[in-house]
């Protein structure tokens, strides 16, 4: 009977680990309000009421980001204050971007410098070790400096960010992220803050449970979670929004001012310049051309279009008057490729149109293209957006025949358009069986993904919501992200979209509503890239509140039925248990029934081992063709299995490499200048260019020989030109995963499995250039993993949990979830033994990397 109550009590503690496990750790921290705010609202950490007191030696460390796209990054990190008045600062110096350490009123010494990239897009981690006599700084584990100091006293109020205290007052705080801070005495660590990480008290340390004290948080989990107001300015006549994603910039065309509206600094600065001479009429439009840079402003129903003149102020044609538009709330799209703009559909008077038109900005001239393939209904209020060659429009509200009187309904599908062939093919149809909603214009396209983000919102409302949607490019599920923005609709004179800021990692939301002929209202918003599911208090609340009760009632149950059987039988229980029940896709095979005889005496009859990795049907079903493996060594091998790595020289590799990674990141390849930044930033700019040709063409040739893949130039750009249908990525089969099994399981992680069981990212391969596509990679699969493992059973799943711990140890040798994960699993397991040796290995990896000893004990992670 002992024995059941232990094994009860381990089942609960284990089912709780994994009903807390959580996704994308890498979104936690605690960000800064900075320059972006007033004075008196900057972000302060302040870790101890009282101040903190030594002996010998403290130790006080964290990890940090800058936020990428601000202005001004001066600032203090961090204060310490002595009881006597004596400071320890760290300060960025923006001028000679170098971090300086200062005691007193002196430079002790210690000035360092970190790599843009890395400040920006990278934590860094930061330790101080201080004596009576000495201070050192150490950099990602590594001992930087040492410096001689004169402690006047060993205790210190330790306060991060904006300052308040007595004679040492601090407003100027840079724009950073924080998490992960550390304050130890002794060289034994006393208190760990991580600072907003998914499931824990954002302010209480993991250690002693001492609360620090925040003023102005901005946690950074929630800026993937909410949108927050950039923006709010009335701006005279019918306005119109443009967007330039290079520069990051909203065009906003007014009838006196053109408004350029930069995305860094969270839109604190604007540049206006006078609109000379041109009135806007109702359903005017503008777009930013990104071939020539230049900004329009055009009318579908005049087929007119004008140029923006930014010296004179003045654009190259002027309307007298313009009729009541027949293309209300159309969706379009410029395509880079072509240099032409794309318009799909609209809406004027009664009548839903499903015209196709185009216009090219080489020839200047319109055409209404003839479209073949499946019907496309007529309709307005959708929303489209390209990715290569395709074209994606989604939904809208419409009617077969056009005619408004005619059975009008809502639309669902998901129709691609083919830019070359000028054919529409549906893909799927969406489901909705709550409230109808239409879509905001713009689709934007994660093509890592494969998937899909676009605003909607209940067009019956006056008061509505915009709600954004992330579905997947092959099937029809979808979910709903972020949460809600007010939006005021009054049909065409209410307008709404959608925009992608890559540098700074953020979705921007524009909403405009007019007064006809007076005032354009126009609001816009801010949500981090990607974003995630709202979390909605109350229902989290109840939600959890729902499953504890579930949990204490079916655990004991469980636990009890275990026991009887157990004494029933009387025989020793396989490690492997019987599989439980699985959503698998309709290509998933049923796992067979286990084939091993029943003996003549009770013993229980073992059970059929199941694969931790399976190879997914999209793939298995694929034609054979050729495949380029990313994850583990780089291998690519053609149709018949040959490999062609030996035919590429470490020159070739990089190339072919570099020119791949940049067609998936952003499906439009690297620029020539790009290429010769990297591979010959030394030679002059015709020798450089001469050796890129060269190279180029060496690699056609032996793409050439492997055949269905080669290179391409588009507007001066780089790309891989292949079908995916004849050539297999190893990455994107993983990311497509996630598109093809929308629901959760054992089935979903074994195909992700599948792919990185090879190893991690471009393994022993490391390039400058690299460093960043790495890190976001390796970053999107450990979340993927992390989450899946986060849906299966402790105890039935173990297995493959273990399977998926050592996979991400691979990706992280020191990720903390992955050592958590391995622990419980070898322990659901009964290999306990195996579970100690694994965190002996890791807590010998954490001091060879920190110089420190790994915080938390063996008894806490299996906790």
């Not at 989990?221 to 300015?233: A, F, N, Q, V």
């Not at 102020?313 to 159309?330: K, L």
């Amino acid at each position: 009977m002992k024995t059941a109550i232990n094994t009860l009590a381990t089942t609960l503690v284990l089912l709780f680990a994994a009903f807390y496990s959580t996704k994308g750790q890498e979104n936690y921290g605690l960000t800064f309000y900075s320059f972006n705010a007033p004075q008196e609202k900057r972000t302060s950490l302040e870790l101890f009421q009282k101040d903190f007191c030594f002996d010998d030696s403290m130790d006080l460390s964290f990890d940090f980001s800058f936020i990428p796209n601000r202005s001004i990054y001066f600032g203090y990190l961090f204060r310490m204050i002595s009881n006597n008045g004596q400071n320890i600062d760290l300060v960025y110096n923006q001028k000679d971007e170098v971090f300086n350490t200062i005691v007193g009123e002196s430079f002790c010494g210690i000035d360092f410098k970190l790599d843009k990239t890395t400040l920006y897009n990278k934590w860094t981690r930061i330790r101080y070790h201080l004596t009576k006599t000495s201070i050192s700084c150490y950099i990602n584990g590594q001992l930087y400096k040492t410096a001689p100091v004169t402690l006047r006293d060993n205790c210190f109020h330790i306060v991060f960010g904006a300052l308040r205290h007595k004679d040492f007052i601090t407003t100027d705080v840079p724009p950073m992220m924080l998490r992960n801070v550390g304050v130890a005495a002794g060289d034994k660590l006393r208190y760990y803050w991580p600072l907003g990480k998914p499931g824990t008290n954002p302010l209480e340390d993991s250690i002693a449970h001492k609360t620090a004290f925040v003023t102005f948080p901005l946690w950074s989990d929630d800026l993937h979670r909410s949108w927050r107001l950039l923006k709010s300015l009335n701006v005279k006549g019918n306005a119109s929004v443009t967007f330039n994603q290079e520069a990051e910039e909203i065009y906003l065309v007014s009838e006196d001012t053109v408004y350029r509206l930069p995305a860094n600094d969270e839109m604190t600065t604007e540049v206006a310049r006078p609109s000379l001479g041109y009135h806007l009429f109702q359903a005017n439009q503008s777009l930013y051309n990104s071939v020539d840079n230049k900004l329009y402003n055009f009318y579908i129903d005049l087929k007119s279009i004008a140029t923006w003149q930014d010296n004179s102020f003045r654009w190259t044609r002027t309307y007298d008057t313009v009729a009541n538009t027949e293309y209300g709330h159309t969706s379009k799209v410029f395509s880079r490729k072509e240099n032409a703009l794309y318009i799909f559909g609209g809406y004027g008077q009664l009548k839903y149109k499903n015209q196709v038109q185009r216009y090219d900005f080489n020839t200047q001239q319109w055409l209404d293209l003839q479209p073949s393939g499946d019907y496309f209904t007529p309709r307005y209020m959708s929303a489209a957006g390209q990715w290569n060659d395709s074209i994606y429009i989604l939904g809208g509200y419409g009617s077969h025949t056009g005619d408004q009187v005619l059975r009008p309904q809502h639309l669902y599908d998901f129709m691609r358009f083919d830019t070359r062939t000028k054919t529409f093919k549906k893909r799927f149809t969406i489901k909705n069986s709550g409230t109808p909603f239409v879509f905001a214009s713009s689709i934007i396209i994660d093509t890592l993904e494969q998937a899909y983000y676009v605003l909607c919102y209940d067009e019956s409302r006056y008061d509505t919501r915009l709600k954004m949607i992330k579905g997947s490019l092959f099937s029809p599920e979808y979910e709903f992200v972020g949460d809600e923005i007010p939006y005021v609709f009054q049909d065409v004179i209410s307008d709404a979209d959608l925009f992608y800021c890559p540098r700074s990692r953020q979705l921007l939301a524009v909403t405009l509503l007019t007064e006809l002929g007076k005032q354009t209202s126009v609001k816009i918003y801010s949500i981090g890239f990607p974003p995630l599911p709202a979390l909605a208090a109350d229902k989290a609340h109840s939600l959890a509140f729902s499953w504890w009760w579930l949990i204490v009632l079916l655990i004991p149950l469980g636990g009890i039925v275990w026991w009887i059987r157990k004494q029933r039988n009387r025989t020793v229980i396989a490690t492997t248990t019987a599989p439980p029940p699985a959503v698998l896709s309709a290509e998933a095979p049923a796992v067979p029934a286990a084939t091993t005889p029943v003996q003549p005496r009770p013993v229980a009859e073992p059970i059929q081992e199941r694969n931790v990795t399976e190879e997914p049907p999209y793939v298995l079903n694929r034609s054979k063709g050729i495949r380029i493996y990313l994850f583990g060594n780089f291998e690519i091998l053609d149709a018949d299995g040959t490999t062609y790595n030996n035919q590429f020289s470490p020159l070739l590799k990089e190339l072919f490499l570099v020119i791949l990674l940049y067609t998936i990141k952003n499906a439009k390849g690297i620029s020539s200048e790009k290429l010769n930044d990297i591979f010959w930033g030394d030679k002059a700019g015709k020798n450089a260019k001469n050796n890129l040709s060269v190279n180029i063409v060496r690699l056609k040739g032996i793409l050439a020989k492997i055949g269905e893949i080669s290179i391409k130039k588009d507007n001066e750009r780089w790309m891989l030109d292949y079908d995916p249908a004849l050539v297999s990525i190893d990455l994107m089969d993983f990311m497509a995963v996630k598109a093809v099994y929308q629901g959760h399981g054992r089935q979903k992680l074994a195909w992700q499995l599948f792919f990185v069981s090879r190893g991690s990212f471009l393994k022993q391969t490391e390039y400058a250039w690299l460093d960043d596509l790495k890190s976001d990679y390796t970053n999107k699969i450990i979340d993927e993993l992390l989450e899946e493992s986060s849906h299966l059973h402790p105890q039935q799943d173990a297995d493959i949990l273990v399977e998926t711990a050592s996979c991400i140890f691979n990706f992280d040798p020191l990720s903390e979830e992955a050592l958590r994960l391995k622990c419980h699993s070898l322990i659901a397991m009964g290999r306990h033994s195996l579970a100690k040796n694994a965190y002996e290995r890791f807590i010998k990896d954490y001091h060879k990397v920190y110089g420190e000893e790994y915080p938390i004990a063996f008894s806490e992670i299996v906790k």
